[in-house]
């Protein structure tokens, strides 16, 4: 194999290689070799047939397959000759023209990943800001699942429905005086102002009476997910039958009970134990926010622009997607566009801090165990069908870059908590509603080298921005989630959407219709 360097430009690498006929011809030999015992072909005894019979016949794929190991194998040749590390897979070119019986001409461009110099972690210097899981804040978490709970009970047949109770109904939907499929059903529940149905739905049962029958007309969303009904007006025959007031929520030891516990002190335990690790995920949060400026603002290195592509493109999909389920998605796009190099800057960032986290974590030997990575593993299998988790595991073990991508979050953890131990830590007390805002604070900027911004916020409350600034709250973005491995991976096989119902579709795919009941069109889920 011949190797001439065509180009060496900052990041960018490009190879000519040339793969010999006679090496290709060789590789088939072997391959013919290799197969041989195993040929069967008429008049022949098994594994007797002639090797030139075999060529003969099979040409065309052992050509082929051996011109593949050989493209392989040069290419990791070329990579550990030269010592190259790609940022991504490169991209090889079999020159046009090609033909069996002749040498290969390839060509091989790729991006190596930047020589960073030593990272130093020496006068890390952070702030620990903690919050106490004091007594009113385990008790508003309570009040907060209480009214989770919520219960309802039979109101005066005389009562008129109000925004908060619950009306049962029956109903029969029809589009243009055609009934539709999923458009009828009884006994259903509706929470009015619960936001659950279609926009206007709940509204307009305001004032109805046990017994009263009425016609709503409505209009389905745009974005309604079922095509037949999008943008249509429609409208529900009801029959209200029932009538029905929230009850009034105690917590105490009776509330606790009817949760399967002992007492109310039970009940706060265990509640303690949740609000505590909301707490400690707010101050993980706001100190490795800061460790990473402190990282970024140390160090500057030119990073892989195909790296940072992907990396924006993610970003910019988000953007995107969520731009798409705004009131005027056109202007939310278009005031998106005025942002890109703003979100081009984020992706930049991560990039660098991914590198930059898995030079440290190679340094000083941070490694993610074999046994970590089989929870991993299992734990994301969780997520598919019982049938398809084997298939997945499969995948990921078979696959590099995907195992990659689901190992660098731990890994990612497990620098950051390398680098905790290393700094220096200061801690001090503060409430809850001052450590969000000092984490929104951070939310509103994009840090790094050359920012000329002060990171040493005073961590009083910020303002909210104003609603409907921009399309996407930008906090979905900035979070730092730097990749610490080199590579993205490969996304894993999508697990098979489950098959539409008849009845219209819910607000979210995993809400389960009552037991024999069909429920009216309930509107898409808004972005979370």
């Known amino acids: 194999m011949k190797t001439v360097e065509t180009l060496n430009e900052g990041l960018k690498r490009e190879y000519r290689l040339t793969i010999t006929a006679k090496d290709i011809d060789a590789r088939v030999d072997d391959e013919v070799k290799a197969i041989a015992p195993t040929v069967r072909m008429p008049g022949f005894r098994p594994g007797k047939v002639p090797p030139n019979l075999i060529r003969k016949m099979h040409a065309d794929a052992l050509s082929a397959d051996a011109l593949n190991k050989a493209i392989d194998q040069g290419v990791q040749k070329l990579m550990a000759d030269n010592k190259l590390r790609p940022a991504l897979q490169p991209a090889v070119a079999l020159e046009d023209g090609y033909e069996r019986g002749k040498d290969a001409e390839l060509t091989v461009s790729l991006e190596v990943l930047p020589d960073i110099a030593a990272p130093s972690i020496d006068g890390l210097k952070l ?14 978490k309570i009040e907060e699942f209480a009214a989770q709970m919520k219960r309802f009970e039979e109101a005066p047949k005389t ?21 539709f499929d999923g458009g009828t059903g009884e006994d259903m ?49 009801i029959t209200v039958k029932e009538l029905k007031v929230p009850a009034e929520a105690k917590i105490d030891d009776e509330f606790a009970k009817s949760l399967g516990l002992e007492s109310l ?46 990396e924006f493109g993610q970003i910019w999909q988000q953007l995107e997607h969520e731009a798409s389920h705004e009131e005027d998605p056109e202007a939310a796009k278009a005031e998106l566009e005025k942002d890109r190099d703003e979100y081009r800057s984020i992706a930049v960032r991560r990039v660098r801090l991914g590198l930059l986290l898995s030079e440290i974590g190679q340094a ?23 049938e398809d988790r084997q298939r997945f595991v499969e995948y990921v073990q078979q696959d590099a870059l995907a195992a990659a991508q689901l190992r660098a979050p731990l890994y990612e953890d ?13 801690d001090r007390e503060v409430t809850r509603e001052e450590i ?47 990749k610490a491995e080199d590579a993205p991976a490969k996304k894993a096989p999508a697990k098979k959407a489950a098959a539409p119902k008849a009845e219209a579709p819910k607000a979210e795919a995993s809400e389960k219709p009552a037991a024999a009941k069909k429920a009216p069109a309930k509107k898409a889920a808004a972005k979370k």
């Open 364 to 386: 000083h030997g941070v490694q993610v165990s074999q046994q970590e990575m089989q929870r991993l593993i299992m734990q994301a299998a969780q997520q598919y069908r019982p």
């Open 436 to 482: 969000e805002a000092a984490i929104e604070a951070d939310d509103d900027h994009v840090h790094g080298p050359g920012c000329g911004h002060d990171h040493d916020h005073d961590h009083k409350p910020a303002k909210k921005a104003a609603a409907a600034k921009k399309p996407a709250a930008k906090k979905d973005v900035v979070k730092e989630e730097a």
């Open 414 to 426: 497990k620098v950051v908590d390398f680098l905790f131990e290393k700094a220096e830590i200061s």
């Open 265 to 310: 002190d039970k009940l706060k335990e265990l509640m303690k134990d949740q609000v505590e690790q909301e707490l400690n995920g707010l101050t993980r949060t706001y100190m490795k926010r800061k460790l990473l400026d402190q990282l970024a603002a140390a160090h500057d290195f030119d990073v892989p622009p195909t790296m940072v592509e992907a």
């Open 159 to 179: 009562k008129k429905a109000a925004t908060g109770d619950q009306v049962i109904i029956d109903f029969a939907g029809s589009v243009d005086g055609v009934a």
């Open 189 to 237: 529940a509706v929470e009015i102002g619960s936001g659950q149905l279609i926009p206007g739905f709940e509204d307009q049962l305001v004032g109805v009476k046990t017994g009263d029958e009425k016609v709503l007309k409505v209009t389905f969303p745009d974005e309604y997910p079922v095509e037949n009904l999008k943008g249509k007006p429609a409208e529900f025959a």
């Open 127 to 140: 702030e620990r800001l903690t919050v106490p899981a004091d007594d009113k804040a385990v008790m508003a």
